[in-house]
């Protein structure tokens, strides 16, 4: 087999791109915890491709034989990408999906446990889950076994395999962690000095670093959704102009609501709506015309916005960055949405408005919830073991903040 020269341009810079959202999280992470935890969430997002890329390319060529020929992922008649190539595509984003998970359970973890969970993840979790749906693996391939050959749970950039996978991973995370100091005392009704200090930290929180890492995340999912085609085609220019559209007006969207109801054009707000965006089209990019795009964009603006106000009122976990609102809940959406908006003209598969099989909905579903139960299983049996081996941050380690603790380092 010869090199496919354009198709292995593509996936380098594809994946340069989405390497480049691996500290952009970081980024995002620090602009919404305390002061004294901001050096602390920018250092995972150095860990997760630390320890990520040196594990995945061994474990590579066996988890995902299925998908390879001869060293290479085939494109074409005796063409395509080198396989180490298109192992650094995919393996960013694992790197990434780490990095979605170490943000979404922020300030209470020591920097030890999430080395030794990053492990677990790099060798088992993540390439086994990820393999079953891009390896060519059971569930690609699930439709089979209802008498629905050629089709699978299908998931063009990640919306299962990476956000969703990361949204619900952090809520376990943060759930079995408990909460913070800080929402603690309020949960009590306790006015306690600890408390005062969370809350002081809070409001001069480092939010120009969470726009920045935004921006910069929004410029690598353009690598992430338009290089998952990994041959450049009409698909591309679909993919990237649908990841453009839906991220564009979740966020304006997300805006809007929070001027309406709050009296301010929040930050906070728009910056999730934007990320909802981009995760909702993740799985869709590929697959749907620009209208399914605008749709899924105010969708995801609605669902963000709401998602997060459930989130702070109602489920008892303390997730300062919004993860499971923003990338669990649409991540969940439109992973499921797949089978409903796929146009046979933009991916070859018709969704069930253009006529296609209501089966396919079903197998979708039930591979999504075949995957996703294994992560949130495994997830919870992982921080379980880390608690008991007391990698979680003590009172006094918490109020002091893992910058000093884990880094020696302490900010004015």
């Known amino acids: 087999m010869q090199v496919d020269l354009s198709a292995t341009v593509w996936t ?6 989405v390497f480049l959202m691996i500290p952009a999280i970081g980024f995002l992470e620090a602009g919404f915890v305390r002061r004294s935890n901001v050096i602390n969430a920018m250092m995972k997002g150095m860990l997760a491709f630390l320890v990520f890329f040196p594990i995945w ?17 085939p494109t074409g008649q005796g063409v395509g990408v080198p396989m180490y190539i298109y192992a650094f595509f995919l393996g960013a984003f694992g790197a990434v999906t780490l990095a979605l998970i170490f943000a979404g359970a922020p300030e209470r973890l020591k920097f030890g446990g999430w080395l030794a969970f990053a492990v677990f993840f790099s060798a088992v979790q993540w390439p086994l889950v990820s393999s079953w749906i891009w390896g060519n693996g059971f569930l690609y391939n699930l439709g089979r076994y209802f008498g629905l050959p050629g089709y699978g749970v299908r998931d063009f950039a990640g919306g299962t395999v990476v956000h969703a996978y990361a949204g619900l991973a952090g809520a376990v995370a943060t759930w079995l962690l408990g909460l913070s100091m800080a929402k603690r005392a309020k949960a009590n009704g306790e006015d306690l000095a600890p408390a005062y200090k969370e ?15 935004t921006a910069l995340l929004f410029f690598g999912w353009f690598g992430f ?18 990841t453009a559209t839906a991220g564009s007006l979740a966020g304006l969207v997300s805006l809007l609501l929070a001027r309406r109801a709050e009296g301010l054009w929040s930050p906070a707000a728009t910056i999730g709506g934007i990320i909802g965006g981009l995760v909702m089209i993740t799985p869709l990019a590929g697959f749907v015309e620009p209208w399914a795009a605008s749709a899924v964009g105010v969708l995801a603006g609605f669902i963000t916005y709401y998602g997060t106000k459930l ?9 300062p960055i919004g993860g499971l609102p923003a990338h669990g809940f649409n991540g969940v959406v439109g992973s499921a949405l797949v089978p409903v908006l796929s146009s046979p003209s933009v991916g070859g598969l018709a969704g069930l408005i253009y006529g296609g099989p209501p089966l396919w909905v079903a197998v979708q579903w039930l591979g999504m919830a075949i995957a996703l139960g294994f992560v949130v299983a495994t997830t919870a049996a992982a921080f379980w073991i880390l608690i008991k081996l007391g990698f979680r941050a003590s009172a006094e380690e918490e109020l002091v903040g893992l910058d000093a603790v884990d880094h020696g380092v302490v900010r004015p």
């Open 311 to 319: 989130v702070e009122r109602r489920i008892p976990i303390d997730d």
């Open 199 to 213: 809350a002081a930290e809070y409001r001069r929180s480092e939010l120009p670093y969470a726009i920045v890492g």
């Open 57 to 73: 390319f061994f474990v590579f060529p066996y988890y995902y034989a299925g998908v390879l020929q001869g060293g290479y992922y």
């Open 12 to 17: 380098a810079v594809g994946g340069i791109l």
């Open 225 to 242: 959704n338009g290089g998952s085609t990994i041959s450049v085609s009409e698909q591309t220019g679909y993919a990237i102009a649908n």
